[in-house]
């Protein structure tokens, strides 16, 4: 059973940065993947990011691509989503995951099945 915190939310300005951190505890493979997702009020979860356990490949969101970097660091099992240039658009709770990895649609909520508490980012105009 995978165990995930996530911390770093904040309240930022337009324009600002944040970088939110995924602790993992217990075991994840090489087949897995450790996602990046937000929710907003009547929006179902939305994919952002994910990152391969294997080789560190990175999928992003059309919305978030190029102002947001997915990392991590393996040695202290933790993830981590850097976000630049913030948008009102980008204000939701964020939740990390892991799941197992699938090449066709690799950040589809569906595939990851242990996931954190979720972290607020609030982004003001």
């Known amino acids: 059973q995978v165990q995930l915190v996530e911390s770093g939310g904040d309240l930022v300005q337009t324009g600002g940065s944040l970088t939110l951190s995924c602790t993992i505890a217990g075991l994840i493979s090489d087949d897995n993947a450790i996602g990046w997702f937000r929710q907003t009020p009547g929006v179902a979860d939305h994919g952002i990011s994910c990152?391969?356990?294997?080789?560190?490949?990175?999928w992003y969101g059309d919305a978030v691509k190029g102002r947001f970097a997915i990392f991590r660091n393996k040695a202290r099992k933790t993830g981590y989503l850097r976000m630049d240039d913030l948008k009102p658009e980008d204000t939701a709770v964020y939740y990390c995951?892991?799941?197992?990895?699938?090449?066709?649609?690799?950040?589809?909520?569906?595939?990851?099945?242990?996931w954190g508490q979720g972290t607020q980012v609030t982004v003001s105009s």
């Open positions: 990152i391969l356990a294997r080789d560190s490949s990175t």
């Open positions: 995951a892991v799941g197992r990895f699938v090449k066709a649609s690799p950040m589809q909520p569906l595939w990851y099945d242990s």
